[in-house]
Every structure is written in C-alpha cells, then in structure tokens.
C-alpha cells in the first residue's frame, strides 16, 4: 500500500501514495492555439489589457451555486416572490439583487406530486449567473443522453429514488432558456432564516439530480 | 385544450437546435416563449430572421415506445416554429 510508506516513491507515486500527474507541455490543440493568437492580438491592437482579461476571468470564476441558492432561499420565505420568480424569473433575480445578464431564465418547481430535472442534450446549456461553470458529468455524453431515456436510473445513481407516484419532467435546454429547479422547502425547517436555508440548497438540487439538505 | 404539434422529421445538415431524439414525435405546447432569431441562420452569421419559439411536451411513451423508462414521464424541450407542424 502506498500510504503505508510516504518516504518511497520507487513506484511512480508521490509521498502522498497519489500518482504524479504528468506535466502537460504537450503540443496545443488547434483551438488553444487560437484562443492564445487571438488573445495576443487583442492585446496588441489596444483593445483589451491582460488586467481586463483576469478581471473577467476572475467575474466568471466568482459566479456560484450561492446565488442561485440565495434565490431558492428567498423563494421558501417570501411567498410573493416565489409567485414573481415562476412568472417571470429574470425580473424576480433582479428584484433580488441577482444580476443574471441576458439570460433567459425559468424556474421549475418541485413539489409532493412533481420532480423536475434539467439537461441539455445538444450541448451543456446551463444558468451559469447562478448556478456557477456546470459539473464536468452535465457535459457528458452519458448523461445528456441518459438524462431523457432513463432519468429515473440517473436520479438513483445520484442517490434520489423516486416513487412511481411522482410525475418526473425532465427540461431539455434545447435553445434560448436556461432552467434551474425550484426544490421542495425540507421539512423541519420552519423559522429558518433565508440565510441559513440557503445552507441547504446544493447545486445539484437545482438541477433537479438531487434534493436540499435537510437541516 | 392543449394544442398538437408534430416535430417535423428532417435531417438537414448544418447547425441545428432541433434535437434528433425528438424529430417526427408528436407532443403539446406547453407554452409560447415570445421570437427569437434562428440558430440556423445565426451559427453561420447570416441575417437571421426572428422564429416563434415553443416549448413542446413529449411523454417518454411518445419517444421511446415500449421501451419507455416510465410512459407518462415527459420531456419538455424548445423547438422553432418552422420545425413544428399543427396536427
């Protein structure tokens, strides 16, 4: 067992008894080639400094499940912004203080009768504002295409077993709307703050391939 | 009362929207989402003309026949008009 002797490493492994990830000065594909020419020119010509592209970098890399969290949080203890955020989820998210951008959004709701679960099977469409970059699995060939011919088996792989009982509506991102889920408020969780419900809201539970925590 | 759409069963080449799982199923309007511009002419920086977009209903039994998961499950996905025909 590796970790039984942290000093060796004879076998290929670090200290740690994890295998060194090789170096990755492999040739650039065709693409990061031209990410880095086009991005160089930019730089060039003026019309962009390296500073704006880390700011931006750094404005992408700060969007999180959070967000949309907060807005399921405010969404259990505000009945009235529930009600905007169904009918219209791109002002009730401004309303809330969200900035979404452009983005054409809609919210599903989940309740005792009904599961909703989000995919998009062309591509890897997703609420980025609020949900974040999407989990490497959203993009896989496996569950684009699982997500609308079995999604029951999915959702048991993701540890959610659904009663026959339950109607199970899968959304498939196909062109100008992005989803999240509206999940079920978890029992027991009565005089919460919004603070501390949105705790409970993972990002899977607004795609719909899992439930909130339970407190 | 509900209102019947049949996807058209096409298969041009090119970028295009309409899944292939879905093309020749028949399903219900779920709702009307307002005009976009269409991807097809968009992807390849044509002018693009705005397309009515729906969001359509489709049961798994509708889809996948008999080899349905759970018949009465339903996908709802965006199709374009002009990739729809009333029934």
Redesign the interface.
Known sequence: MPHDHPSHSHDGTSPSGHPYRADNDTPLTYWQRMEIAVRELLVEKGLLTPEEIARQIDAMDARSPARGAAVVARAWTDPGFKARLLKDAPAACREAGVDIGPL?LMVVENTPHEHNLVVC??CSCYPRDLLGLPPDWYKTRAYRSRA??????VLREFGVDLP?SV???????????RYIVLPARPEGTDGMTADALAALVTRDAMIGTGLPHRP | MAEHVRVKPLMPPGHV???A?LRGKTGVIERA?GA?PN?EQRAYRLEAEDQP?Y?VRFTMAE??GDAA??P?????????GHWLERL
């Not at chain 1, 609308?148 to 088996?153: D, F, G, Q």
């Not at chain 1, 109607?167 to 709307?177: E, G, K, P």
């Not at chain 2, 996908?75 to 374009?80: K, L, N, Q, S």
């Open positions: 054409n099977t062309l609308v011919i079995e999604p029951r088996a026959e109607q199970l509506r899968v959304h498939d991102s196909t062109a100008d709307m | 929207r309409t899944p799982y989402l976009f991807p977009l969001r889809i996948w998961e759970t009465t499950d339903t996908v709802d996905a965006e199709i374009y």
